[in-house]
């Protein structure tokens, strides 16, 4: 892991307090690993060459079939 030095205001410092500002960026580091995961994901999603919209229509009715499948049947 890499460790950086950033300058921050001693007001800012003071405010908010060393804990916190040390909470908030690994947040944010935390984040930004999330993001950079979702972006791969999601140009790997879009080189594989799928129909989305039939494959989740395809799921819809799968789903609705099953779910009918299980109604109570009225006599």
Known sequence: MTKISIPIKDNLAQALGIEYLKKYFSRQ???????????KIGKTIQKVNINWD?????????????????????K
């Open 29 to 39: 580091m935390e984040l930004l690993e999330l993001q950079q995961v979702a972006d």
């Open 54 to 74: 039939k494959e989740f229509e395809k799921a819809r009715q799968l789903a609705w079939n099953e779910y009918k499948t299980k109604l109570p049947v009225k």
